[in-house]
């Protein structure tokens, strides 16, 4: 049974109602479908929907996909936990991160990208519940680590990304959300040209879109639970 087509209609319908209520263009948030754990049928249904920007987070299985589907120019972004010895391979086959926090990988990254192909776009990751067991740099660290990946050739920093803590209430997660666009605004004063915030997913993407969300990154509600 296949309702990839209606679903990611929905989840369009709610991007563009959250997008209204916010007094904000739609065209203003991107819509970022996650595959992870799907197959890659299941992304073409999708690509074939009219979607365009597919999230990923296990390097190999994105790997199987993206050369299952080289014929589509689809827009790669890897949006797992980086790992130093896979850098190599997202360098090459990706077109965005969204999980960079720490500044030698940004470097590695840089090295690594090659050199016929755009800059990759990076997100720096905050983790803004202070949980240890997350990925993403603590906000007092963030201003550095953004100087010195946005001064790195060969890669791109477009701003910030967040994942809340799943057991925040609402009221909590807005205001991580809100945290976050408080800290691209001040990256922006430091000079620093940004305009992206990937923040939001299938349950909250509309709270994220009420706080300037311009990318939202949605499995479930797409594909089916995993
Ligand atoms: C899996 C994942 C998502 C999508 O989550 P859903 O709740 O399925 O929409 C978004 N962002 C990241 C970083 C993820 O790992």
């Keep these: 049974m296949n309702q990839i087509p209606e679903r990611l209609a929905a989840v369009g319908q709610r991007i563009a109602d959250a997008a209204a209520r916010a007094d904000r263009e739609p065209g203003g948030v991107q819509l970022l479908a996650v595959s ?12 074939s929907a009219g979607q365009r920007l597919f999230g990923e987070n296990y390097v190999q299985e994105a790997l199987e996909k993206i050369r299952a589907l080289s014929a589509y120019p689809i827009e790669w972004h890897y949006i ?13 086959h ?27 776009n990076v997100c720096i990751q905050v983790n803004l519940s202070n949980e ?40 909590q997660t807005r205001e991580t959300f809100r945290r976050l666009r408080q800290l691209l605004a001040a990256l922006d004063q430091q000079g620093l040209a940004l305009d992206t915030l990937s923040m939001g997913m299938s349950g909250d993407l509309e709270l994220a879109i009420a706080e300037g969300a311009s990318i939202v990154r949605v499995g479930t509600d797409i594909f089916g639970p995993r």
Excluded: Y
């Excluded at 799907?38 to 992304?43: C, E, L, Q, T, Y």
């Excluded at 990706?94 to 990759?120: N, T």
């Design 132 to 171: 240890t067991s997350k990925g993403g740099i603590g906000e007092a660290e963030l201003a550095e680590l953004a100087t010195a990946v946005a001064a790195l050739s060969g890669l791109k920093l477009r701003g910030l990304m967040t994942m809340p803590d799943p057991a925040c209430d609402e009221e």
């Design 94 to 120: 990706f077109s965005w991160v969204h999980g960079l926090d720490r500044l030698s990988h940004a470097e590695k990254l840089a090295r690594l990208r090659p050199a016929d192909a755009p800059p990759i």
């Design 36 to 47: 992870k754990k799907k197959p890659a049928r299941d992304v073409l249904a999708a690509w």
């Design 80 to 92: 797992g936990r980086l790992q130093s010895n896979k850098l190599a391979e997202i360098a090459q």
